[in-house]
């Protein structure tokens, strides 16, 4: 473990480097602790979240744990990942967000307001001072996250610095609508007429609709649970395609590491619906004291024209707009698919995030990666 000391004008921050998965179980109960002061919004900034992803997907050997304590408390986590990289043709180290495509969002977790972007300000010294180093990446940032003040902080500090736009993720607000259910305000009455009548049709040649909420008693039985939601999943077109968990290397092993996880803390949701005794689609979600996450969920085909997955979602969101304290927000994750706004107007940003060492090198990357390979991809789209 390596340390420095910073100085501001009102705090002394200590800077130190954590390394490999022993670093963050040393770190564990800090991190959970700030975690826990964040509420909500540190959800998917947990130690275990990061581990089910480093341990499923990546070489652990090279997880970085950048922190910042003030007088002895831990006050910022930042998890990276070192590897020696091609980088638009060169080669580079880079210093990545400990997080992919399943993780749904990633941050530099700190503490709140103020404090927050103090602790990113000294993180960002931290980082500058640094030997070792040509590219920092951090995937997946939501709009407003403190991750933002780090790399603002980076660019202050004379790092060039870069952005682009990954994807607009769709949210439900929990909020009642005039008349309406909560989460139900930005539905169309057109789209709330087909949802009755999808469950009409099925009621109507099946039974009655009901939405199971499982749980389980032990890791043999949310095992068992999980096994089917995989199969049910790969059964579909995502098995077709090859996007399902089954058919992507690692994605099951991350799912299987992020339930075990998520459910002993009571944050892991399994959903079915069913009409009668027929399985019409399942969900695989989170929930804390804020928000709900959806995180994957499939529907028999053989259902199709009733809209089972729609279903799946309205009979979800009536459970939880039962909720007491209310949830905030109801969270589709991923991206803008058309299906998706039949539910909501609201979207948040995720964008990438880059700093660049400082001087010539870090010039020369910044400038290969967001002018020159932008500008080749321009011209090898253009006709002949």
């Known amino acids: 473990m390596s340390a420095s000391t910073l100085a501001s004008a009102a705090q002394v921050w200590q800077a130190a480097v954590e390394l490999g998965l022993g670093g963050l179980e040393r770190l564990r109960p800090e991190w959970e602790a700030l975690c826990a002061e964040r509420g909500g919004a540190a959800l998917l900034l947990q130690p275990a979240w990061v581990r089910a992803h480093v341990e499923a997907l990546e070489a652990p050997s090279g997880l970085e ?6 007088d002895g408390q831990l006050r910022a986590v930042l998890p990276l990942l070192r590897e020696r990289v091609w980088f638009c043709g060169v080669p580079a180290v880079r210093l990545r967000a400990a997080a992919g495509v399943y993780s749904v969002r990633f941050d530099l977790l700190a503490g709140p307001g103020e404090e927050g972007q103090a602790a990113a300000d000294a993180l960002a010294g931290s980082i500058s001072g640094r030997r070792g180093w ?29 952005r682009w736009l990954a994807l607009q993720s769709p949210y439900v607000e929990m909020a009642a609508g005039e008349g309406l259910p909560a989460g139900f305000g930005s539905t169309s009455k057109k789209f709330r007429n087909q949802l009755a009548q999808g469950r009409r049709g099925l009621e109507a040649e099946f039974g009655p609709i009901h ?44 799912y299987d590491r992020a339930a075990a996880a998520m459910a002993a803390q009571g944050k892991l949701a399994l959903h079915c619906l069913r009409a009668g005794d027929h399985l019409l689609a399942m969900g695989y979600g989170l929930q804390d004291s804020e928000a709900f996450y959806v995180l994957k969920w499939s529907y028999d085909e053989a259902f199709a024209k009733h809209g089972p997955g ?26 803008d698919e058309p299906y998706k706004q039949k539910w909501t107007k609201a979207r948040l940003d995720h964008s990438y995030l880059f700093a660049f060492r400082r001087g010539p090198r870090g010039a020369l990357l910044r400038s290969l990666k967001f002018t020159w390979t932008p500008w080749v991809k321009k011209m090898l789209r253009k006709p002949a």
């Not at 744990?65 to 003030?70: A, C, D, P, V, W």
């Not at 590219?135 to 603002?152: I, T």
């Open 211 to 254: 939405l199971e909420r499982l749980d389980w008693r032990n890791g043999e039985e949310l095992a068992a649970r999980l096994d089917r939601f995989y199969a049910f999943e790969h059964a579909g077109w995502k098995g077709r395609n090859g996007s399902s968990i089954l058919a992507r290397p690692g994605a099951r092993d991350f």
């Open 134 to 162: 040509d590219v920092l990446e951090l995937r997946d940032v939501p709009a407003g996250g403190v991750a933002e003040h780090l790399v603002a902080a980076l660019a202050a500090r004379g790092h060039a610095t870069g």
């Open 65 to 70: 744990l950048h922190t910042m304590r003030r």
């Open 310 to 335: 729609h279903l799946l979602i309205e009979s979800m969101l009536l459970e939880l707009g039962g909720v007491q304290p209310p949830l905030a927000r109801f969270d589709i994750t991923g991206g």
